[in-house]
């Protein structure tokens, strides 16, 4: 698309493949990876990092169905695609009504975005509120097989509680 100037932001949302952008927020009650929406990194060989931090996050324990509360921190490089932050919080939003373990939460999380973008590396932390006096704070992270993003996920998986 080389030259094309869009008229209009819903010019410019079609051209990039973004649906979400700029449109009234349909929030789901159910867990939806389908909303997630990519676009094109304009700086693929460039390492650099991408931080999103969701302070509000809500899921249900799957075995009493009370609420769970955490703020859930996703870091990753990527490299063709990036994830949209309008659909990125769409999603986040669909599990809450969705009945998980916290640990279950963030590994669903990163794989789902692993599929999604297929990033150089990627971790998630959930900071989950205590509930019976205990708190809870799994990490996971992928880096990808073969690369040095790979020793780096080993690297920060032994280091997490210090960075």
């Not at 493949?17 to 700086?43: C, M, W």
């Not at 060989?45 to 859930?72: H, K």
């Not at 599929?115 to 509120?129: A, C, N, Q, S």
Request: aromatic content about 12%.
């Amino acid at each position: 698309m080389s030259g094309y100037v869009p008229k209009s932001a819903e010019d410019s949302r079609a051209a990039e493949g973004l649906s979400l952008l700029g449109q009234a927020a349909a929030y789901r009650r159910d867990y939806a990876p389908e909303v997630l929406e990519t676009f094109i990194n304009k700086h693929p060989d460039n390492d650099y990092w991408v931080r999103f931090n969701c302070p509000e996050f809500t899921s249900l324990c799957p075995v009493t169905g009370q609420p769970d509360f955490a703020e859930i921190r996703i870091s990753y490089l990527p490299d063709k695609k990036m994830v949209e932050s309008k659909s990125l919080k769409l999603y986040l939003f669909s599990f809450r009504n969705h009945g998980d373990f916290h640990e279950d939460c963030v590994n669903v999380i990163m794989k789902d975005l692993i599929r999604l973008m297929d990033p150089k590396y990627i971790e998630v932390t959930g900071i989950f509120t205590p509930r019976g006096g205990i708190s809870l704070w799994p990490y996971a992270n992928y880096g990808r097989p073969g690369t040095e993003y790979e020793e780096l996920a080993r690297y920060r998986l032994r280091q997490h509680d210090l960075l």
